[in-house]
């Protein structure tokens, strides 16, 4: 895939300067691009590189100041980045698209599969499921019996979907991911033993959910785990039974949201937070990476640490952490300084 | 599937105050249920929802003491969570049964497989594995050569297990679950490159224990790996080579136990919580979400923090942690106390 | 598989003490090994246990004195850990070796297969994907469309490889890796809502790199995300879009490392610890296990806590966390002896 500079800035509502028949094949950042590529320069911080970059071409804002001669075709646009966003897009949907449904897949004759699928090499689909239009189930994914998934969504590789499951339209699944597993549920017994509690809830996604690589979801031990319209999750991460997250919440990998927990919308959730169970975070709170929440957290509030407190309090308690044997330092001068006074005292 | 109160009633023992033809066909919260379902009441905090709920039938304990009218028919059981998970698990086995052996697996020759059992579509089985009575292989699980599965255990798909490992009877390996990879083992040589320590063991999970989606169990150097009868293991778990773990003791999800370390009988470990290699937990230790272990923890101790210290004092230290900020102005006002009796005295 | 004692002796150079003709099948710890195991004694922490060790053959170095009778056969060597190291990977090789291209594998026409592949049953290998020779790809793998993997790499079962990656020589890629699903990256539009920013970039992993199993690796937003030579990741980690580890890096199970960060060479990194983005961690660095790392790191430093500082000094810091009651009665005791000398001075 090759484009001229004159194409790109049609594309983009951009005016070009320089070389409009400049052609690129390739993305780079600025720092690091080659010859034949094409890069963006939206952070102030990196404007040097735009007089030094090997890149072809440069999208730059519209108000950028030129300080020195470039060697490379600029492309004016209101705003670099989004622009960059724009053409990774148009750069996607030139790749191969996968299509068909495959003969070494398994279908189950009761399945329903809508128009355009792709169910690609050893994939199963079980009894009753609907599949609906543009769907996309790679090689080696599991949809169990009577799963429901929306039109658009993407399955990638060695997803397992269970039973009951409903997917909401333009989802993405991630490779491996695993939705509608048991809660991890157990009544202890007099001798020790764990007795499972059967687990006969679902899993409910709405629309355009994305769900990283090897993370999983949970069933609720009955009614449903649920995860609201945009939200999105990335790899490894662990939802429990009976969860639900609101819309429009983004979570970092390898986070985990203990059984019942409820995380309201717009929350900002960092890597490797755990949330204990039966808990209540409300509306647009931001928790700090590897912050640990054993609390309800009302709604706006930024939080940090383990267990986790308002993170400017935390940040402040940290500074004194850090120098605590200098505090220590002091606490013993002044103990000296008053034995002094007191001997003084005596004399 | 739908049940009369009738009919619940005989199957628990319990007595029907209201109508005994109600009929439900599914279980639900009672503070979120619609008509039609089964709810309980065990929680005395829930009292409130049992005069509002939608719910048809609500289970509840012999002696409680109704305060006000209700819209619902009542189940009296002597203990009314006892009795949902009853229903739960009976629910359950109304769930359609997938029995057989498809023609789309792969199963060596040389593999013994047991009666009843189910093995799913491109599910692989290796050469001289034997499998027991009435074991489910789901789809495109993958069973290596020489291993061992006991009866009635259950394998959900995409779980891989790989060469000599030996799974008991009345045990469940939830999706992606990955049993036997090689341990984590390197020499340093002295070009700085890593030599890679053979792994010749295997990994051993007793009868009745419970495996997590996506969990991994590393197989011994050499020796063993064990899981020992009734543990549970929630989701995202990593054991590495060489640890063994003893009865009925749970971890909850994202929890790592580093190389040859030992955990006792009966302990509850909560989520991502991390032990160091080559240690000995005993036996009723307790450990608090996120903890890090980096030291044996005696029996019955209940520990918290990273590193992990007794939780009562954690707690106590924390308390002040989060004051930090108010202790450092005090030793300041001491500070300055002390300095104006020192200048007093010079006076 | 059983082996003599002469027969071990010569294949490590060493030299036998007691019956030549002993022998082995299996290798055991010399404190729980049973008759016909060897074992080895590397660690004088061990060494009581040679006197009461069931092992049917012990590794043992030349230097080593011995003070009692022993009821087993001794092989004296250089190096006793690593002699042992070298019969694990002797035991290795004697195990039965995957051969062939299964016709229950989907491949595709236009891949190129090197010689003495194996590629095993429901193997998925995509359209123009180079396969170079002795690979062996297990059952149930994905390798997607124009992916290169060098020789001798080991694929295990249920790994996922997608397109345009490209993966060196020697590797080993364990179960339910994911190599290449897409970089979490969304911009937040004005109504809340996430876009996604299309994720075109590749995965690139060097030579003799290894990868655990249900690790997952994005691909970068553009560019490449890379694993250099020789480093080693063990389970579950996450390494996000557009990260750089240099080579001989070591890092433990569930690390986290977040987007566009550099990891230097030679590094070494505990289990659970997580790197925000955007950081750089230079040459040499150690870093704790749990440790969060929210700034650039120096070369050869050794970093712990969250957020991590010098390792020496938050071990010194939470020694006084630790006491942290006993500081604050410090701290009471001292306002009290500066009142009493304040009264004392009213008088």
Redesign the interface.
């Known amino acids: 895939m090759e484009f001229s500079a004159k194409k790109i800035a049609e594309y983009l509502n951009g005016s070009v300067e320089g070389n409009k028949n400049t052609k690129v094949s ?4 600025i720092n ?1 691009a080659t010859p034949g590529s094409l890069t963006f320069l939206a952070n102030p911080a990196y404007a040097q590189f735009l007089y030094t970059t090997k890149a072809s071409i440069v999208l730059i804002n519209k108000d950028f100041k030129i300080e020195k001669p470039v060697n490379c075709t600029l492309i004016r646009v209101d705003d670099a ?2 622009s960059l ?1 724009k053409i ?2 148009l ?2 949907k030139y ?2 698209e996968k299509k068909g449904v ?1 003969k ?1 897949a ?1 279908i189950s004759k009761s399945a329903k599969i809508g128009k355009n699928t792709y169910i ?3 994939a ?1 689909v079980g ?1 009753n499921t609907i599949i609906g239009d543009n769907v996309k189930i ?3 994914s ?1 949809i169990d ?1 009577n799963v429901k998934i929306g039109d658009n969504t993407k399955i ?3 997803t ?1 979907i ?2 009951r499951s409903v997917i909401g339209k333009d989802c ?1 699944i ?3 991911a ?1 939705i509608g ?2 809660g ?1 549920g ?2 202890r017994e007099a001798d ?9 809830g679902n899993v409910v996604i709405e629309d ?1 959910v ?1 769900i ?3 993370t ?1 979801i ?1 069933r609720a ?3 449903s785990t649920i995860i609201k319209k ?1 939200t ?1 999750l ?3 991460i ?1 939802i ?1 039974h009976n969860v639900v997250i609101d ?2 919440t ?1 979570i ?3 986070s ?1 949201i ?1 059984g019942s927990s409820k995380v309201g ?2 929350c900002m959730i960092g ?2 937070v ?1 949330i ?1 169970g039966h808990l209540n975070i409300e509306d647009n709170v931001k928790i700090a ?2 912050a ?1 929440i ?1 609390s309800n957290i009302k709604k706006d509030k930024t939080i940090m640490g ?2 986790a ?1 308002d993170a400017s ?1 935390y940040k ?3 500074v ?6 200098r ?2 330092n ?2 013993e001068e ?2 000296s ?2 034995n002094t ?2 001997k ?2 005596k004399k």
Do not use: C, R, W
Request: aromatic share 14%.
């Open positions: 390739n993305v780079s950042s690091d980045y989004n966003a990774l897009e750069y996607n790749l191969p495959s070494l398994y690609g090499e050893f199963y009894e790679h090689p080696q599991y019996y990638y590789p060695g397992k269970f039973d993405i991630h490779a491996g695993v597993s048991d991890f157990f009544a020790k033993n764990f007795k499972k509690i059967a687990q006969i355009n994305e990283g690589a090897n999983t949970d031990t009955f009614g945009g999105k990335d790899n490894l662990m429990a819309k429009n983004v970092a990998a390898q985990g203990s919308k717009n890597g490797q755990g204990s990476a590897q640990g054993g383990s267990p407190i309090n402040k308690s940290y004194h952490f850090k120098n605590f044997q505090i220590i002091k606490i002044l103990e300084e008053i006074l007191k003084k005292k």
